[in-house]
């Protein structure tokens, strides 16, 4: 998981049945807060780590305006609970879950340790699952082939993305000892 931004929670407001919207401050400058990220943060003396399942007012952080956060608990003593629980400034953290892209790509297009990510396949990739690619994110690289007796295959690499400054572009960096064929009736 990757740290999002640090969160002062303010106040607590029971919804029945659901959870509790956490009022407080991202402490991050235009932090972005999605549903699906997770609030690790300790109360009443126990540590504890939440999914936020929903955002109230505004999941960005703009003049230190208070975000509300709605976390799942896992029974109505614990929202009970947090309802009653005064935070008073308590620091939480927001995390958010490293997720791995898969990208077609042409490794015929590769530079030493890396292959570039500028094919017309690769970006169809990146826009039909709306991703972005940042420094760092975890890549899972592949394409097609055949075995040595003409069945299907894919070639498969797990990479980091990398912007090259000097050809303005993405990179994939992998090692090339770990390409493996996968067929196509297996795991890819």
């Not at 990220?37 to 109230?56: M, P, S, W």
């Not at 015929?108 to 990739?125: C, F, H, I, M, W």
């Not at 690289?141 to 400054?165: Q, R, S």
């Amino acid at each position: 998981m990757g740290k999002i931004s640090t969160y002062t929670i303010q106040e607590t407001f029971r919804i029945t049945e659901i959870g509790v919207v956490m009022l407080g401050i991202l402490g991050t400058k235009d932090s972005i807060v999605h549903t699906g990220d997770h609030i690790e943060f300790t109360a009443n003396g126990l540590q504890r780590k939440r999914k936020v399942y929903g955002i109230d007012f505004s999941s960005v952080n703009s003049d230190g305006k208070p975000v509300g956060l709605l976390i799942k608990c896992e029974n109505e003593a614990e929202i009970e609970e947090l309802r009653n629980w005064e935070p008073n400034g308590t620091e939480a953290v927001i995390w958010r879950e490293e997720v791995t892209i898969k990208l077609w790509v042409d490794f015929n297009a590769s530079v030493e340790l890396s292959v570039r990510l500028n094919s017309a396949g690769t970006l169809e990739d990146l826009k039909r699952q709306n991703a972005q690619l940042k420094e760092g994110q975890k890549l899972l690289l592949w394409c097609e082939d055949e075995d040595k007796d003409g069945n299907p295959t894919d070639i498969v690499v797990e990479a980091v993305a990398k912007y090259n400054t000097e050809t303005n572009t993405w990179e994939g960096v992998f090692d090339w000892r770990q390409l493996t064929n996968k067929s196509k009736y297996g795991n890819v």
